[in-house]
């Protein structure tokens, strides 16, 4: 992901539309990525991963998207829910030894 | 369940003094992290470790130390407090072997006055 400042992007959903949440990485060599959620007062919790010989992985309600040719990633979460009302950061593995780096963070608020 | 655990939720330091926040595992995993996070930059590597005794810098360790005497415990050092490093910081550990998740602690917010 890209830092974009000191300002966290937010993206304002409805309850029960779906989420799209966007990563941009920056290596092209990382073969393996995160999606991670943080909650207000809490550490980063795993939600789902996908590895570079993927393009797509699905867990329960959230769909992982891989385009390595734009160097992108998507998070997808399906009927949000209030308690998805998080922050999301993506990760990438830069093969260098079991390191992540992470994105600047996507809040996302659930609007009733 | 997996846990890592760190020592305090938060600190309030003064300019100048030694902090340091202390970091424990119980599932027994080879590599720990030490993170800060600030709004918008995201969770940013200060130093991890590998094995016990091995340390090595991440993309901002400049202001800090770390500490690796035993496998379950990774200590982060900020030698002499500066305002600038007023933030969040976290823990993280993660098993040997390449492509896996890493496990975070609860977060310690550091405000250095």
């Known amino acids: 992901g890209e830092s974009v400042g000191l300002h966290l992007p937010t993206l304002s959903v409805q309850e029960g539309d779906n989420s799209i949440i966007n990563c941009a990485y920056s290596?092209?060599?990382?073969?393996?990525f995160i999606w991670y959620k943080q909650e207000s007062g809490k550490g980063p919790q795993f939600i789902i991963d996908i590895r570079s010989n993927m393009d797509k992985r699905q867990g329960q309600r959230v769909t992982v998207l891989l385009n390595k040719t734009v160097k992108h990633l998507s998070l997808q979460i399906a009927a949000t829910q209030p308690g998805d009302s998080a922050v999301y950061f993506c990760?990438?593995?830069?093969?260098?030894?079991?390191?992540?780096?992470f994105g600047g963070g996507t809040r996302v608020l659930v609007k009733p | 369940d997996v846990k890592v655990t760190q020592s305090s939720r938060y600190l309030v330091k003064r300019t100048g003094e030694k902090v340091f926040l202390e970091c424990v595992q119980d599932?027994?995993?080879?590599?720990m992290f030490w993170y800060r996070q600030d709004p918008g930059l995201g969770l940013r590597l200060i130093y991890f470790s590998y094995d016990v005794k091995m340390k090595e810098k991440g993309d901002i360790p400049e202001g800090y130390s770390v500490s690796r005497e035993k496998k379950e415990r990774f200590s982060l050092i900020l030698e002499s407090a500066s305002t600038n490093q007023t933030s969040m910081y976290l823990c993280?550990?993660?098993?040997?072997?390449?492509?896996?998740?890493?496990?975070f602690g609860q977060g310690t917010r550091l405000t250095v006055v």
């Open positions: 599932m027994d995993h080879e590599n």
């Open positions: 990760a990438e593995n830069t093969a260098a030894g079991n390191k992540l780096t």
């Open positions: 290596n092209s060599a990382s073969d393996y």
């Open positions: 993280a550990s993660s098993p040997d072997f390449m492509n896996t998740e890493a496990f």
